[in-house]
């Protein structure tokens, strides 16, 4: 055979289908390496008042659960008097974070009257600061889901001041959706937080689009 009757290598059929498998292939791993893992963030109001919205809290969690990748580290929390971390953990795609039981209290939980955002929001903030000291280095992508800010014994049910602190704290490296406030509390969050980037207060209505798909979309980027 002589070397005249050698194909180049640019002419062979075989030799484009490769290359161009190639080159998908890292396309695809070269978005999927995109991908930004983040913290992501769920505290759930468990008060008797909020029992109501227990379906929108369950829709709420799943469409979270939704946008979960196993990049993401998952830390769940449950308030109404008092706060209790439930889960605290990277995620996996066979990971059950029992969204039917989103809006039931842990024992110990709503045994006296109130609803304590302001613990809530400081619970959310130091656990957040906890993983950042062991090495999380992902944006925040922070849900909180309230019906009512209700009064606690001794305490009031929310310090204007503290509030905007807490949810500055949370936001330096992330974002946080507040979605459920009665009309009260909503106007008082939106008076409250008006100069704070980076949070968003939204509807049972809005959860999805105003809340989840925005607080996700922004924390991956």
Known sequence: ??????????????????????????????????????????????????????????????????????KDLVIDGKFADRVQIVNNANYTSNQNLDCDRAATAPPGIGKE???DLIAALSSMDEVIQHQRVLGA????????????????TGKKAID????SVLVQKITKEGFLTIIGPETVLQGQLNRTLAKVPNVKVCSF?????????WVFDRARK
């Not at 889901?145 to 209700?150: G, L, S």
Request: glycine content about 6%; some cysteine.
């Open 1 to 70: 055979m002589t070397s005249s009757s050698v194909q180049p290598i640019y002419r062979s059929p075989a030799a484009w289908v490769i290359a161009l498998l190639a080159i998908g292939l890292a396309f695809q791993m070269f978005g999927y390496t995109r991908i930004q893992g983040v913290l992501s963030v769920f505290f759930g109001d468990t008060s008797q008042s909020n029992q109501i919205n227990r379906a929108e809290v369950t829709k709420i969690c799943r469409h979270r659960q939704e946008q979960l990748i196993e």
């Open 113 to 115: 009257p109130g609803t």
């Open 137 to 152: 280095s992902g944006k925040v992508a922070a849900i909180l889901v309230i019906q009512a800010a209700e009064p606690t």
């Open 160 to 163: 204007s001041a503290t509030l």
């Open 205 to 213: 209505v809005q959860a999805k689009e105003c809340g989840i798909d």
